[in-house]
């Protein structure tokens, strides 16, 4: 898998075509689902056909048209790094079978989503699934250096750790983070903010697809 052209590819999508999944695609993302639950005991689920959660309201920032799957992201509390992480996964594996996305918060109904919680658990937050009207667009970024450490003398697998994070969504496109090389470990760091904390995860599991290396790459 080249991660950095799939990363490179998704963009957040908002505008969904009239269409349901396709088998295959579905095989795929829940198989990611799977998998991800398993190893991090979050109960992360897949809804399909279900078109209340993003009905549409008056046309704002961050409002969806024609959504009508999405990820629901589940799991015990304090696991908003995990959340991150993991939801991640599940984009990267809906963006490699052709399924677009987008992290949603806020703007979707929580009261309509048909969506299993277990006692003590929480919905932390959906991600919206579907075929674009459009592969969605490129948008502003930080650079490496604003983010990190980086030098001329840094290595190719931090630089393109970096790379990738960049190429990670952030709530409001905040990029609220920072990365430090320590001897051949990396420490990362969110800064203050709203969501800081997943998208601290999604940015580490960019990071660590995007450098090649495992999770044992973390400072402790
Ligand atoms: C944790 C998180 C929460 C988000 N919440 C919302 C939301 O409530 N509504 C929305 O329209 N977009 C939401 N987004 C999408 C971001 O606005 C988007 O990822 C960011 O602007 C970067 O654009 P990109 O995904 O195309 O790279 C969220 C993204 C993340 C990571």
Same mark, same amino acid.
């Given at each position: 898998?080249?991660?950095?052209?799939?990363?490179?590819?998704?963009?957040?999508?908002?505008?969904?075509?009239?269409?349901?999944?396709?088998?295959?695609?579905?095989?795929?993302?829940?198989?990611?689902?799977?998998?991800?639950?398993?190893?991090?005991? =979050?109960?992360?689920?897949?809804?399909?056909?279900?078109?209340?959660?993003?009905?549409?309201?008056?046309?704002?920032?961050?409002?969806?048209?024609?959504?009508?799957?999405?990820?629901? =992201?589940?799991?015990?509390?304090?696991?908003?790094?995990?959340? !991150?992480?993991? *939801?991640?996964?599940?984009?990267?594996?809906?963006?490699?079978? !052709?399924?677009?996305?987008?992290?949603?918060?806020?703007?979707?109904?929580?009261?309509?989503?048909?969506?299993?919680?277990?006692? *003590?658990?929480?919905?932390?937050?959906?991600?919206?699934? !579907?075929?674009?009207?459009?592969?969605?667009?490129?948008?502003?970024?930080?650079?490496?250096?604003?983010?990190?450490?980086?030098?001329?003398?840094?290595?190719?697998?931090?630089?393109?750790? =970096?790379?990738?994070?960049? =190429?990670?969504?952030?709530?409001?496109?905040?990029?609220?983070?920072?990365?430090?090389?320590? *001897?051949?470990?990396?420490?990362?760091?969110?800064?203050?903010?709203?969501?800081?904390?997943?998208?601290? !995860?999604?940015?580490?599991?960019?990071?660590?697809?995007?450098?090649?290396?495992?999770?044992?790459?973390?400072?402790?």
């Amino acid at each position: 898998m080249d991660w950095l052209e799939l990363m490179r590819a998704r963009h957040s999508v908002r505008r969904f075509l009239d269409k349901p999944l396709e088998g295959a695609a579905v095989e795929a993302i829940q198989a990611e689902i799977d998998a991800c639950n398993r190893e991090s005991g =979050l109960h992360i689920q897949l809804i399909l056909n279900e078109p209340e959660a993003f009905r549409a309201e008056k046309a704002h920032y961050g409002s969806f048209e024609g959504c009508k799957n999405y990820l629901a =992201l589940v799991g015990p509390k304090d696991r908003d790094e995990a959340v !991150g992480y993991y *939801g991640q996964r599940i984009v990267l594996a809906a963006q490699a079978a !052709g399924v677009n996305s987008c992290w949603v918060a806020l703007t979707y109904k929580k009261g309509k989503a048909k969506i299993e919680i277990p006692a *003590g658990e929480t919905n932390y937050m959906v991600i919206a699934l !579907g075929y674009g009207k459009t592969q969605g667009s490129p948008r502003k970024s930080k650079t490496p250096e604003q983010i990190s450490d980086v030098t001329d003398a840094s290595p190719d697998w931090y630089r393109r750790g =970096l790379e990738a994070v960049l =190429l990670a969504p952030t709530a409001i496109n905040q990029q609220r983070f920072r990365f430090s090389l320590e *001897g051949d470990k990396v420490r990362a760091r969110r800064l203050f903010g709203p969501c800081t904390k997943v998208d601290l !995860g999604i940015a580490k599991l960019h990071f660590e697809l995007g450098s090649g290396r495992g999770p044992d790459l973390w400072a402790k």
